[in-house]
């Protein structure tokens, strides 16, 4: 879904520089902010030239003036994702976040969110939590437009024979961002004997 269709607020950025390259942060709003967009370093294109393919009312935030709070407390906690360390996420934020997209969509995001730190879950368990069990392509659908990579951990859910599938930012860096968060693995696979799966009626 494009998201030019979901926002038609005059829509801000800022980047983010990382390990892995810069992510960029958008959000609609000046005031009263809303996020609306996390991209993920990816290669052969620049964020800023895709964010403003979704986004063509797009605006780089000038770096003299202060984002609203909401938006200024989203760096930190990429940072601490980005680091492997555990943080508190702000549902009422991710919430709002999805509003403009679809029911089963916004389900399954915040399904996903709940999955804790140095968890795993597989696309088919993630169905099976949204009433779907048969939905496991939708559900993989639904994770590839996650609009809010990090914050909605999608590299915390995996193929059931362990494999990785895929990942917005790359599946190096899922696996990184897993390994630090000390999910085993073994040959390139995540060690479903020794991994820690999330039980969604927990």
Known sequence: MNSSALFHAPTFCVPLSSSSGDILILWEGRDTSRL???????????????????????????????????????????????????????????????????????????LEATIPFGHISTYRE????????????????????NPLPLLIPCHRVIASNGSLAGYQGGITMKQRLLELEGVPFSSGRVDLKHAQPWNFSS
């Open 126 to 145: 993630l169905a099976r939590a949204s009433g779907n069990p048969l939905a496991f392509r939708a559900v993989a659908h639904a994770l590839s437009h």
């Open 36 to 110: 609306c967009r996390i991209y993920l370093p990816k290669d052969g294109t620049t964020q800023i030239e895709r964010a403003r393919t979704d986004f063509p009312r797009l605006t780089l935030w000038d770096k003299d003036s202060v984002p609203s709070p909401t938006i200024e407390s989203i760096a930190p906690l990429l940072q601490a994702i980005l680091a492997g360390r555990p943080v508190h996420l702000p549902f009422s934020l991710l919430e709002e976040s999805l509003r403009p997209f679809g029911v089963f969509q916004q389900k399954v995001l915040m």
